[in-house]
Every structure is written in structure tokens, then in C-alpha cells.
């Protein structure tokens, strides 16, 4: 009897690297023009080609105008939208960052607004071919359908040009990166996870005694790449199946070099699959949001980066990415942080993966900031402001990250200007970076 948990686990892996093409969704929809198409006058021949009024549908050669006005339309908008779609990415790879491109690829919109036209370009020119084919009426319910797809496909058009334009907005392409990643914190820290943090050093406690002794390393014997994705629930069954712990040694969207360790493994060796572990890890060549929040925090500190460098100095595009990573931490402060361990149907911990604490998000999203940002009076201040709300909100044991972030922003200010003046400034916590702080507003 097939594995279920691994085919499941197969299936659900194969369909979010398709999902993750942008070619998918175009493909299917030209396959689905072309079988509503043949649906469509399978129906009419059935019905005699009586089953429209030629009154609501015109007559052959009307329709074979407009089917072929039709044909020739969707060519242009096809390329229309890879066009824009090519702006966006040579906008962000200049002015934000590369990573952002995978984003922009994969935009839902754009696959399914370039669908929607390859498959009215594909449904008429099947339909034109069988109206000058038919010798024993018109197929109306397929000439109706026709029309139903070019009406669908001009309010495409307004709502997807409505859409690039918002999304070639700098603030489109942050709220972009920042909608990923808060989706992103939702499922991988929800408010009330089965499994609370524990502290690492009572992982060994927690084994069996014959589990803790020296461990033997499982290597990557396959091409190298970025660790995506564990199949969680495979590793889990499979180191039950050996009676034994796995210890995951790339965090996710690590580089993993071929031939450099993927797990320790405490345990029996010999009783364990190691092809079957080996591909239960999924490496590609890009970091990828699912799984992996902490690269939405990474593209977001890279736009925040760039935004307040040399040639471009926008800190007021830098203070829109840091409301987003803002909105990232805020999430995080109270929540309870997986413990990274992963138990059997018996209770016993069979797989533990590392993952960032809090103080590691913290770090990530404000040193590169704040040693960049320190002459900029705006994103000093926005820095200031989140330090500040995060203070307030975090639980005590969450303090002494955000005590370090202030100590340092303050140091770092301090050295980038001489008049107190001008470090008190730069020092009042301002939600807008400058506009809203209390040495402004009354």
C-alpha cells in the first residue's frame, strides 16, 4: 500500500514549485481556451445549431470579423503584459532590490490577467476556424462565449493596468514584500502554536539515553543550493521508523554546499534511509518566501538599505520599508516562538531544526539600518519610534534586544553629529520620520 503521507508530501511539494512559475497559469489557460472552445461546439452540433437566436449573435460573417478582430487584439495585449511586467522587474532590480523580482514573477494578477487573454486568443481561433467550417449554421453558443471572454477580457485589462500602476509605486512594491512576510509570520508563529519555545540547552535532556551519544553526520550528495523546504512530517517518519533524533544542520535559506552536512543524527545509523532523508529536503536556487519570513525581512532591510544610499538618497521610501518591518516585528514581540522540535505519534522528539530567536529578527531587521541610517535624521527617528513601541509591547524577557538596539542608535547618532541639538533631533522617536514627533506636533 503506497506511503500516503509521502505522496501527499510529494504532491503538495511538486504543486508549489509549479504554483511558483509564471509560465503555469498562462499554459493551463491556452489549454482551457481551446477545451471550452471544443466544449462549447460540441453543444452546438448536439442542438442542431439552433440553440441562440441569430438575432443575439449576428451572422457568419460578423462573426468572423469580430473573431478574428479578436485573434488579433490578444496578440497585442499578450505582449502588453509582459511588457509592464518587464518595466516592474528593471524598476525594482535598479531602485529596490533584486530579490524583489521573484515577487513581481510571481504575481497572481499578472498570470492570471495574461491567462484570461491566451485564452480568448486560443478560444477564437478555434471558434473563427469552425464558423468558416460549418456548413449547417452557426455555432452561437460558442460565437456568445466569444464574447463573454472579450468583454472579460477588456475589465481584465482595466483592473490589471490599474494594478501595475499601483505596483510600480514604490510603496507597492514594499507593500508587495511586507503582505508576503506578514502572511508568512501568520503560519509560521501563530498566536497559540501547539508547541511553546524552549531554551536549546535542554535539547539533550530530552533524548533518550541511547540517542545521546557522538552523532554521525548525514551529507548532501546532491548538487548544492539554497535549503527551501524540509518535508517535516517524511523526517519525522523516517527517523521513528530508525529510532532515532535528527538534527538539521542549515537554517533555512542557507547555502548548502555539496557534500557538507544536512543532519547530525543521534542514533543508529544503519537502520536509517539516508536517500529517502536526502529527498525529503528540497534545494533550489532562491530563497523563497514560504518557510522562510525571515527573507521578507531581508528584502525589506536591502530596499531600506539602498533607498538611503548613494545615488539615490529617498529616506522617505527608506521610513516606508521600515513601517513594514515594523509591522513584522510588531507581530512577533508577544508571540511564542516554536520550540523546533518535531515529535512521533508517541510523543518522543524525532527531528529539531534551528530557526532565528527573537533577538536574531531583531538584529536582522535594524543593525544594517542603523549603522547605515545613522546621518539620516528620518530613518533615525522612525528607528527610534519602533524601538520605542516595541518596548512597550514586548514581555521583559524580550527586552534586552531592543535595550541593545537603543544603546547603539543612540551611540551611532551621537558619532555622526557634533551639535546636541541636532543629536536630540535625530534622537525623538517620529512615526513619519519627520513629521509626526514630539518636538514637532502639539
Known amino acids: ?121 486560443a478560444f477564437a481561433i478555434v471558434a473563427m476556424r469552425n464558423v468558416q467550417a460549418s456548413r449547417n449554421g452557426l455555432p452561437g453558443l460558442t460565437v456568445l462565449t466569444a464574447y463573454v471572454l472579450v468583454l472579460a477580457s477588456v475589465v481584465c485589462l482595466i483592473l490589471y493596468v490599474h494594478h501595475s500602476s499601483r505596483s510600480l509605486r514604490a510603496a507597492g512594491l514594499i507593500d508587495l514584500v511586507g503582505d508576503h ?99 525529503a529536503v528540497l534545494l533550489g536556487d532562491e530563497r523563497t518566501h514560504e518557510d522562510d519570513c525571515a527573507y521578507g525581512i531581508r528584502k525589506l532591510v536591502d530596499i531600506t538599505e539602498r533607498s538611503i544610499a548613494v545615488p539615490f538618497n529617498d529616506p522617505t521610501t527608506a521610513v516606508q520599508s521600515i513601517d513594514r518591518l515594523h509591522d513584522c516585528l510588531r507581530q512577533l514581540a508577544c508571540r511564542p516562538f516554536p520550540s523546533g522540535r518535531h515529535r512521533d505519534k508517541d510523543g518522543t522528539v524525532r527531528v529539531i531544526t534551528r530557526s532565528l530567536t527573537w533577538d536574531g529578527f531583531v538584529r536582522l531587521a535594524l543593525d544594517e539600518i542603523r549603522l547605515a541610517g545613522c546621518s539620516t535624521p528620518q530613518v533615525t527617528r522612525r528607528v527610534r519610534a519602533l524601538i520605542d513601541d516595541l518596548k512597550r509591547l514586548a514581555p521583559p524577557e524580550r527586552q534586552d534586544p531592543l535595550d541593545r538596539q537603543l544603546r547603539l542608535l543612540e551611540a551611532g547618532v551621537r558619532r555622526a553629529y557634533d551639535d546636541e541639538e541636532d543629536i536630540a533631533t535625530a534622537l525623538t522617536a517620529d512615526y513619519q520620520g519627520i513629521g509626526s514627533g514630539s518636538d514637532i506636533t502639539r
Open 1 to 121: 500500500m503506497p506511503d500516503r503521507s509521502k505522496i501527499a508530501a510529494r504532491a503538495s511539494g511538486l504543486i508549489g514549485r509549479l504554483c511558483s512559475r509564471m509560465w503555469v497559469v498562462p499554459v493551463l489557460c491556452l489549454v482551457g481556451g481551446v477545451g471550452l472552445c471544443l466544449g462549447t461546439l460540441a453543444i452546438d452540433r448536439a442542438t442542431g445549431y439552433r440553440l441562440l437566436n441569430k438575432g443575439l449573435i449576428g451572422t457568419p460573417s460578423n462573426a468572423q470579423s469580430i473573431l478574428s478582430a479578436v485573434a488579433a487584439t490578444m496578440t497585442t495585449l499578450i505582449p502588453l503584459v509582459l511588457t509592464i511586467t518587464t518595466v516592474a522587474v528593471q524598476l525594482a532590480m535598479g531602485q529596490f532590490s533584486p530579490r524583489i523580482v521573484g515577487a513581481l514573477l510571481h504575481d497572481r494578477i499578472s498570470q492570471w490577467a495574461m491567462g484570461l487573454f491566451t485564452a480568448t486568443f
Open 181 to 279: 512576510t506578514h502572511r508568512e509570520i501568520d503560519r509560521l508563529y501563530p498566536v497559540e502554536p501547539e508547541e511553546r519555545s524552549a531554551p536549546r540547552s535542554d535539547i539533550t535532556e530530552a533524548l533518550p539515553t541511547a540517542q545521546t551519544g557522538v552523532p554521525h553526520d548525514v551529507l548532501n550528495t546532491g548538487e548544492p543550493g539554497i535549503l527551501i523546504r524540509f518535508d517535516l512530517a517524511r523526517l519525522v517518519q523516517l527517523a521513528a521508523r530508525a529510532d532515532c533524533v535528527l538534527e538539521t544542520v542549515p537554517v533555512m535559506g542557507d547555502f548548502v554546499h555539496g557534500d557538507s552536512p544536512l543532519f547530525r543524527v543521534r542514533g543508529d545509523m544503519s537502520r536509517l534511509d539516508q536517500a529517502a532523508l536526502r529527498r
